[in-house]
Structures are given as structure tokens and as C-alpha cells.
């Protein structure tokens, strides 16, 4: 039984992975232009074409449906991808954890998000952490878990849509979200959209005064539009990445069609 729960849940991951036509909400940056503005550590997030990026951009209510972490020319990287030009870490669901070049995310719209004030201790701790993982694979064997993402527009409730990434045995999540990433940075503790609590400051010369506590919210509870929206993020738009003149732009003043 779990042979062949296995073999239906690899099927099931291939047909919601499997790239369609899908019109993006903004326009494709060059890949040469895209690995020009990288950095180590920055969070690449994609608006995928597949079945299960459509759920994904449902549930979270996001452009983004997919994530990958920039690891540039890592220690180690290229051996345990064996193949050149490999500079992201992302979960697959079939393939699990892998290495890829930039021509895979060639023709999606996509958005730079970089975490700020990392020393360089503290990005090679989070690259490290990422490349211990390349070859991790996920059992696929809950196929309930896979099929909730065949519709794509679920009828769930708003408040109870990210909760529906999350549910269920946890390896179909961890494959398909941004756990990986997000565990990643909770090793080096940098924030991600941590739970804030204000207490006290239980100050004897400011007794009004008050103090922010983080918590760490649990990986399994992130989607890649939350490094988008962290305050702890900065986004990178490669379009004003150099001198920009908007000047120089050519426009097309013919008049519309039907006008």
C-alpha cells in the first residue's frame, strides 16, 4: 500500500507541477539583468505557471506562488549539483530539495527581496544551512495533503486560507511552500514577520513604558508572500537597479485602436 501510495503521489505532484500558459501579473526581467542585481542571501520570489502556483496565489492572496534563495557560487554547491550555473536552493516537490540556475525561472515575473544588516558569518551560516539540504526529498505518499491543490480557488474561508498550506502530514507543505527558506533564517534568527507581543518595560523610571517581544512563528505557517511584506526585507527592482531616465523610454503615441 505505501509503494503504491507513493507512486499515485508522484503523479499527482507531476500533474500540479507541470508548467501551463499563464498571462503574469508583470512583466519578465532578463535573466542576465536579474543575476546582475543578487546577492548572497536574497530571497527570489517567483509568480509561478503551474496548477499548484494558482492555489498557492489563492490561499495567500499573492502575486507570488514560489520562492528560491540565492546562493551565488556557494561552498560546495556545485559538487552536490553537478551541473554549472546552479546559484538557486528551492523544495521541489518531486525532485525535493535541488539546486537550479536562473534559466528556470526565465519568462516569470519575479521580485528581488533582501534581507538586510546579515554580516558575512551570518549569510554563509544561512547558505550553509540551505546546502545541507540539497537532495532532501519529501514523502509524497499523503495524497489527501496533494489534493487539495487541484482546485485552484478552494472555498475557504479568507481567515483560514494560509492555515490550509499547513495542513495535514507537513511534507507536502514543506515541499510546495517557503519552509525551507524560512528555516533557513530562523537558524541565524533573522526575522521573517516574527509574532510581536508588547509587555511591560517594568521600569521604575518610565512606568508607562513598554517592550516589544518576538516570537517565531512556525515555518510550516510561511508563503512566499511574506517576504515580500516583511518589514525586515528590502525590495530590489532590477529595472532601477542603474541610472534610470524615464526620458529615454520609447513610447507608442498612435492612437488606440477603435479611437
Avoid at 503574469?24 to 509568480?47: F, I, K, N, Q, T
Avoid at 526529498?137 to 498550506?165: C, E, G, K, W
Avoid at 541610472?243 to 529615454?248: E, N, S, V
Wanted: proline share 8%.
Amino acid at each position: 500500500m505505501g509503494l503504491a501510495l507513493a507512486w499515485l503521489g508522484r503523479q499527482l505532484a507531476r500533474y500540479l507541477g507541470k508548467a501551463r500558459h499563464v498571462h503574469g501579473s508583470g512583466p519578465a526581467v532578463a535573466p542576465d539583468r536579474l543575476l546582475a542585481c543578487l546577492e548572497p542571501g536574497d530571497v527570489l520570489l517567483v509568480e509561478g505557471n503551474s496548477r499548484v502556483s494558482s492555489a498557492i496565489k489563492y490561499l495567500t492572496q499573492s502575486t507570488w506562488s514560489h520562492a528560491a534563495l540565492y546562493v551565488g557560487p556557494a561552498p560546495g554547491l556545485a559538487n552536490a549539483a553537478r551541473v554549472a550555473g546552479h546559484c538557486f536552493i528551492e523544495a521541489d516537490m518531486v525532485d525535493g530539495v535541488r539546486s537550479v540556475g536562473i534559466d528556470e525561472f526565465r519568462g516569470l515575473h519575479s521580485r528581488i527581496c533582501r534581507p538586510l544588516g546579515l554580516r558575512k558569518s551570518d549569510c554563509q551560516q544561512l547558505i550553509a544551512f540551505a546546502v545541507a539540504r540539497l537532495g532532501n526529498r519529501y514523502d509524497l505518499r499523503n495524497v489527501i495533503d496533494l489534493a487539495r491543490y487541484l482546485l485552484p480557488t478552494p472555498p475557504v474561508p479568507s481567515r483560514f486560507r494560509r492555515q490550509l498550506l499547513a495542513l495535514g502530514s507537513g511534507d507536502p507543505t514543506r515541499a510546495i511552500c517557503s519552509t525551507l527558506i524560512a528555516q533557513a533564517f530562523q537558524s541565524i534568527r533573522y526575522p521573517i514577520l516574527p509574532i510581536t507581543d508588547t509587555h511591560s518595560a517594568d521600569s521604575p523610571t518610565c512606568p508607562g513604558c513598554v517592550e516589544e517581544i518576538l516570537r517565531v512563528r512556525h515555518h510550516s505557517l510561511f508563503a512566499p508572500r511574506d517576504f515580500d511584506v516583511s518589514p525586515y526585507f528590502q525590495i530590489v527592482k532590477p529595472t532601477l537597479a542603474g541610472p534610470f531616465d524615464f526620458t529615454a523610454l520609447h513610447w507608442d503615441d498612435a492612437p488606440a485602436a477603435g479611437r
